[in-house]
Nanobody, 122 residues
Framework: QVQLVESGGGLVQAGGSLRLSCAAS????????MGWFRKGREFVAAISWN????YYEDSVKGRFTISRDNAKNTVYLQMNSLKPEDTAVYYC???????????????????WGQGTQVTVSS
């Protein structure tokens, strides 16, 4: 069982930055791939269990960076050059990766946080 708690959302002007954090419970965090989704379950970014591989949705490439600190059981999403269309509730999620796991697919993830609101004003 993994419990996830997001934080770091807020209101920011277009062009600004925010860093989202997702703190995970449990001692097996390092065994999970982690993802960020928004709106319904629209893929944003994901990172493999050891941070060796990262994945991004095309519209956020070059603006968002996903990272993790397994010693702190935390995954981050650094969001720069924010746009009004980035406004959404952002969710982090955990997946126990298997061969062929598609990190971009929300149905692959077993655990979800409650979400944090990001609002970008124009």
């Amino acid at each position: 069982q993994v419990q996830l708690v997001e934080s770091g959302g807020g209101l920011v002007q277009a062009g600004g930055s925010l860093r989202l954090s997702c703190a995970a419970s449990g001692r097996t965090f390092s065994m999970y791939g982690m993802g960020w989704f928004r709106k319904g379950r629209e893929f944003v970014a994901a990172i493999s269990w050891n941070g060796g591989s990262t994945y991004y949705e095309d519209s956020v490439k070059g603006r968002f960076t996903i990272s993790r600190d397994n010693a702190k059981n935390t995954v981050y999403l650094q969001m720069n050059s924010l746009k009004p269309e980035d406004t959404a509730v952002y969710y982090c999620a955990a997946v126990r990766p298997l061969s062929g796991t598609n990190y971009r697919t929300s149905s692959a993830y077993s655990y979800w946080g409650q979400g944090t609101q990001v609002t970008v004003s124009s």
